[in-house]
DNA sequence: CAGTATCCCAGAGGATACTG
DNA sequence: CAGTATCCTCTGGGATACTG
């Protein structure tokens, strides 16, 4: 608990850590989709470009086993699906800033970098 | 800027989107190993239980070029090589930690859920 | 000591088509 | 509308063995 960092926390992170259940390519945007409301399936996809309908699927389900966010069907036709981020999804927005205000003050040294070992690989 | 965790900062964090640069196995234990100074090749392997040295030379050439990590070697018989985390490399543990600190602070939460599901699985 | 060289496999995720 | 069903590819990462 006095050291954070310790590398063994790494694996502590519940059954999956949690820096790979989220270190994908749709779970984090799906939930930045949530964060202002809930929202159907198909206003998911808008955002989320280039997802599959089975890959969408598939990442809902797997929030909805872990407790991120909450499904609700309203039954008629045409059929009507919400979702919703629970409190414990909600949580989850605040870990996810750190990386974002990482990139915000870091980017430009990064691509800095980055084009430096471009420009020396062309050489 | 003012709006952070907008859907489209994911996809600007880099040539690959940070959450997903160190949503894998290794690359934040290797660093979290890094944090107290440097070391050795073989002084990583002891702590990162099971890395065959091909994953581990993967890791760390992939964080020297990307500029997190530098790489330092002293000739001589046995090969002596050194490696420590960048100022920006050090940066970095400001957003794992965050992570860490939500695991703590949510970890009981998690765990309850999932046993939940479990028992709901095994009817 | 500090790595390379091969081979191999599971799972994330895409393409496409179909359905209650 | 809100998904399923198939099929397929690509790559992270493991096992094992070898080398400057």
């Not at 502590?12 to 259940?21: A, D, E, N, S, W």
């Amino acid at each position: 608990m006095s050291e954070p960092l310790d590398p063994m926390m790494f694996s502590g992170c519940g059954p999956v850590p949690l820096h790979i259940r989220f270190g994908n390519k749709w779970t984090g945007k799906i939930l930045a989709c949530l964060k202002t409301g809930r929202r159907r399936f198909s206003e998911l996809q808008v955002p989320l470009r280039g997802i599959t309908p089975k890959v969408l699927a598939e990442s809902l389900r797997g929030l909805e086993r872990d407790g991120f966010i909450k499904r609700t069907t309203y039954p008629g036709v045409p059929l009507r699906v919400e979702y919703e981020l629970t409190p414990l999804g909600f949580s989850l927005l605040e870990p996810m800033e750190a990386w974002c205000k990482w990139a915000e003050e870091h980017l430009p040294e990064v691509q800095n970098i980055h084009e430096e070992a471009t420009a020396r690989s062309a050489v």
